[in-house]
């Protein structure tokens, strides 16, 4: 079946330090690829998506580009701050339907 | 709109007893979503409606465990003969299928422990 996996965490970064949290995923037919990001005590967020093959999802700094060839969906940021401290979840679906997530990484940025 | 509601937020329960959680998706979403979370681990899908139809049950759903939506509005959980593994946060998420990309908006989630 399909599946997420992603880097372990926790990733701990002194602002303004650059981010990366690595994904790839294995499906049978052609998702679409998503970023959740949960902050402390609240829900789960949409933060960037793409649904083909080298579309780049971008929002609030951060970026991640759809490589079909190397079925990944890398999340990076130039520039983290303090706000940025979450779990970042992973996820693909298929046919805009149930979501498929990755375990998901902390990412703790120090003043 | 208020975004996804989940009642309760929390809830402690000894084993062997029923649950039941509520959803109360975005108005005019009409698809309803159930998740379950576990310490460390990202949500694993369990069931979802289109409308008051569910059309999909991972075989994580047991026979323990039951979702209906009436009316396709409002959905709920229901736990039966609760076990300890059963300790997780289940998810609720709804989207609407005239969307582009049919996003999933999630609630904040009720936090079940079995004692």
């Known amino acids: 079946g399909d599946s997420v996996t992603q880097m372990e965490g926790p990733v701990t970064l002194s602002e303004e330090a650059f981010l990366t949290i690595n994904c790839t995923y294995t499906?049978?037919?052609?998702?679409?690829l998503f970023w959740y990001v949960q902050y402390p005590g609240e829900g789960l967020q949409l933060l960037l998506k793409?649904?083909?093959?080298?579309d780049k999802g971008s929002n609030k700094g951060f970026e991640a580009t759809y490589r079909k060839e190397t079925t990944s969906f890398h999340l990076e940021k130039g520039s983290v701050q303090v706000s940025d401290s979450a779990v970042y979840f992973c996820?693909?679906?298929?046919?805009?339907?149930?979501?498929?997530f990755g375990t998901g990484t902390r990412l703790l940025v120090s003043p | 709109d208020t975004g996804v509601s989940q009642n309760p937020r929390h809830k402690i329960t000894k084993r062997g007893q029923n649950v039941t959680f509520r959803c109360d998706p975005i108005?005019?979403?009409?698809?309803l979503y159930w998740y379950r979370q576990t310490l460390g681990q990202g949500p694993e899908f369990l069931t979802y409606?289109?409308?008051?139809?569910?059309?999909?049950k991972s075989r994580l759903l047991s026979d323990r465990f039951s979702a209906e939506r009436p009316k396709g509005s409002f959905s709920t959980l229901e736990i039966q003969r609760t076990e300890q593994g059963d300790s997780a946060m289940y998810l609720c998420?709804?989207?609407?299928?005239?969307?582009?990309?049919?996003?999933?908006?999630f609630g904040p989630g009720t936090r079940l422990t079995v004692t």
């Open positions: 998420a709804s989207s609407f299928d005239r969307d582009e990309y049919y996003e999933q908006y």
């Open positions: 499906a049978t037919g052609y998702p679409s």
């Open positions: 793409a649904t083909k093959a080298d």
């Open positions: 996820a693909l679906s298929e046919g805009f339907q149930k979501l498929v």
């Open positions: 108005s005019e979403h009409n698809r």
């Open positions: 409606f289109q409308n008051e139809a569910q059309l999909e």
